[in-house]
C-alpha cells in the first residue's frame, strides 16, 4: 500500500472512530435518489449517522467523490463501472470488478438485483405508424428527431458506441433526463434514451426497442463503497441484496413520479415490505425551504466578502498602471467564459465536493464585475479633479483616499451588486456537486419533472436576488458622498 493511500485509510479509520456520520451520496436522478435512501435508511435503522449528499451532478462526480474520500457510498450499475468509469473492453462480473476497485480502495456489494438496462424509447402510436421494433430499425428512418441525455451522449456505452454498432451518422441533441419524456408526450422529440426500470415507461405508453445488436451491457445497481467503511454497515446493505426486481423498482420509481409519494416515503415502504423497520420522515416543506436558504446565503457571503476584499484590492493597486489594469481585467473575465458546471467540475480534483469548491468557484465568478467597475472607476477620475488634488499639495495616499475613493464609490458599489446576483444565480448549480442550497430542490425538480419543485428552487433564489439587489442599493446610497447621490437625484 502507498503512503498515501495509508494515510488516507489512517484518517478514515479515525473518523469513524470519532463517530463521524457516513455519507451517502446519489446522482441526479429519480431511481438514484431512491436507491441512496434506501440504503441511508437501512443504516440508520442499525443505529448509524447518516449524512445525505443526493442529487450530485453525474457518474463520475459520484465516483471521483468516493474514491477520494468525500463520500462513503452510493448506488452504481455494473455497466456504467465497467464501460464508463474503468474503461474495461470485456463485460466484466462483480468479482473480476471488485479486482479493479480493490486498488482504489473500494468494493462493490452485492446487487440489489434489478437490471435497469439502458435502452431508447419511442411513442407506441409512432412504433406503430414506423413498424419500430428494434435499434437496427432506427437506420431506415433518417427524419426521426432524436434528443437524449446529456450523460448519454458522452459515455462510450451510450450514443458514441450505439452509432458505431449500429452505424447511425447523424446529430443528435442533448435534454436533462426527466424532460425527455415531456418532450416525447408534447411531440417535440420523437425518441430518446431511458432506463428499463424508469416509471415513465407506462405512464406515457413508450415502446423500448429491441437491442438486436446486444450493444448495451446489464447494469445490475449494487452499493458501491470505500474500503473501510465500517464491516457492520457493509452487513448491514448485504440484507437487501437480490430484494428487488425489475418491476419492483419500477413501481417504485412510478410511486414518487405519478402517486406523490417523496423519495423517503418510497424507500420506507420498501423496507418495510422485506421486514425492515425504518423511519421515512421528512423535514416539513417550510423548514426544508429556510435551511435550503439559509445555506444559499451562506454560500454567496462566504464567497461575496472575499470577491469584494480581494477585487477592490486589486483595482486599487493596478489601476495606476494600464497595460497591467489590462491584464487583470482581462484575467477576471477569462474566468466568466468557463461554463458554470464546468467550473464547479474542475473544483471537485482540489477542493472534493461540497461547501468548499462552491465557495471557491462563486468567489472566482464574482471578480470580473468587482475588479472591472473598480479599476474603470478609479481611471477615470475627472482630470481636473486630479490636477486640483495635486495643486492642493495632497499626497498619493491622500488623493487616493479623499478624492479617487470617494469618487468611485458608486461604481464599485455596482459592481457588488451586480457580483451578489450572479453569485445568488450561480450558488443553484452549487447542488450538483452537494452543497445544497436552493439549487437542491430544483435539481430534484428536474429528476420528477416536476415544475412545483423547481419553483421551490428558482422563485426564492429569485427574491434573494431581488432584495439582496434593493438592500446593496441602499448601501450604495448611504456611503456615496452627498453631492453624488444629489446629483444622481
Known amino acids: 500500500m502507498n503512503p498515501f493511500r495509508a494515510a488516507t485509510l489512517c484518517v478514515s479509520l479515525a473518523l469513524a472512530a470519532g463517530g463521524e456520520p457516513l455519507v451517502v451520496a446519489s446522482k441526479d436522478f429519480n431511481e438514484s435518489y431512491i436507491l441512496g435512501e434506501i440504503m441511508a435508511q437501512l443504516l440508520e435503522s442499525d443505529g448509524f449517522e447518516v ?66 438496462t439502458y435502452a431508447l424509447a419511442v411513442p407506441r402510436a409512432l412504433a406503430r405508424s414506423r413498424g419500430l421494433e428494434t435499434i437496427s430499425g432506427l437506420v431506415d428512418h433518417p427524419d426521426l428527431r432524436i434528443a437524449v441525455s446529456h450523460e448519454f451522449l458522452e ?67 449494487a452499493p458501491l463503497v470505500r474500503n473501510d467503511l465500517p464491516q457492520r454497515a457493509k452487513d448491514r446493505l448485504r440484507i437487501v441484496a437480490d430484494t428487488l426486481d425489475d418491476p419492483a423498482m419500477q413501481a417504485l420509481n412510478a410511486s414518487v413520479l405519478f402517486e406523490d409519494a417523496d423519495f423517503a416515503e418510497a424507500a420506507a415502504g420498501y423496507l418495510d415490505g422485506i421486514g425492515i423497520e425504518s423511519d421515512g ?75 468548499t469548491p462552491a465557495i471557491v468557484a462563486l468567489f472566482l465568478y464574482s471578480l470580473l464585475p468587482i475588479v472591472r ?23 498619493r495616499t491622500q488623493r487616493l483616499r479623499h478624492v479617487f475613493v470617494p469618487l468611485a464609490v458608486p461604481s464599485i458599489l455596482a459592481g457588488i451588486r451586480t457580483a451578489a446576483v450572479i453569485s445568488i444565480g450561480t450558488a443553484t448549480l452549487a447542488a450538483f456537486i452537494g452543497a445544497g442550497g436552493l439549487g437542491d430542490p430544483i435539481v430534484t425538480g428536474l429528476a420528477l419533472n416536476d415544475h412545483g419543485l423547481i419553483l421551490q428552487g428558482a422563485l426564492p433564489a429569485a427574491l434573494l436576488a431581488i432584495f439582496t439587489e434593493f438592500a446593496l442599493e441602499g448601501v450604495e446610497r448611504m456611503l456615496s458622498p452627498r453631492h453624488l447621490r444629489a446629483a444622481t437625484a
Request: net charge negative; with cysteine.
Open 281 to 355: 420522515a421528512v423535514s416539513g416543506p417550510w423548514r426544508q425551504l429556510g435551511r435550503n436558504t439559509l445555506r444559499h446565503l451562506e454560500l454567496t457571503v462566504m464567497a461575496l466578502v472575499p470577491a469584494t476584499l480581494v477585487g477592490i484590492g486589486l483595482g486599487l493597486l493596478v489601476f495606476r498602471i494600464a497595460w497591467l489594469a489590462r491584464s487583470v481585467v482581462y484575467a477576471a473575465g477569462l474566468l466568466q467564459t468557463i461554463p458554470s458546471i464546468a467550473l464547479l467540475a474542475f473544483m471537485i480534483p482540489l477542493f472534493g465536493i461540497g461547501v
Open 51 to 116: 449524512e445525505r449528499r443526493f442529487g450530485l451532478g453525474g457518474t463520475l462526480i459520484c465516483y471521483d467523490a468516493l474514491r477520494t474520500g468525500e463520500i462513503d457510498l452510493y448506488a452504481e450499475y455494473t455497466g456504467t463501472l465497467a464501460t464508463a468509469i474503468l474503461k474495461r473492453p470485456d463485460r466484466s462480473g462483480i468479482d473480476a470488478l471488485n479486482d479493479v476497485l480493490a486498488d482504489e480502495g473500494l468494493a462493490l456489494l452485492p446487487p440489489f438485483g434489478f437490471n435497469n
Open 155 to 221: 459515455r462510450e456505452d451510450g450514443w458514441p458506441g450505439l452509432s458505431r454498432v449500429y452505424g447511425f451518422d447523424r446529430p443528435i441533441d442533448g435534454i436533462e433526463h426527466g424532460l425527455a419524456y415531456q418532450a416525447l408526450e408534447e411531440g417535440t422529440i420523437d425518441l430518446t434514451d431511458a432506463y428499463s426500470t424508469d416509471g415513465e415507461l407506462v405512464r406515457y405508453d413508450l415502446v423500448v426497442l429491441r437491442d438486436d445488436r446486444d450493444f448495451f451491457p446489464r447494469y445490475l445497481a
Open 373 to 395: 467597475n473598480t479599476v474603470t472607476a478609479l481611471s477615470t477620475i475627472d482630470p481636473v479633479l486630479q490636477r486640483v488634488s495635486l495643486a492642493m499639495g495632497l499626497t
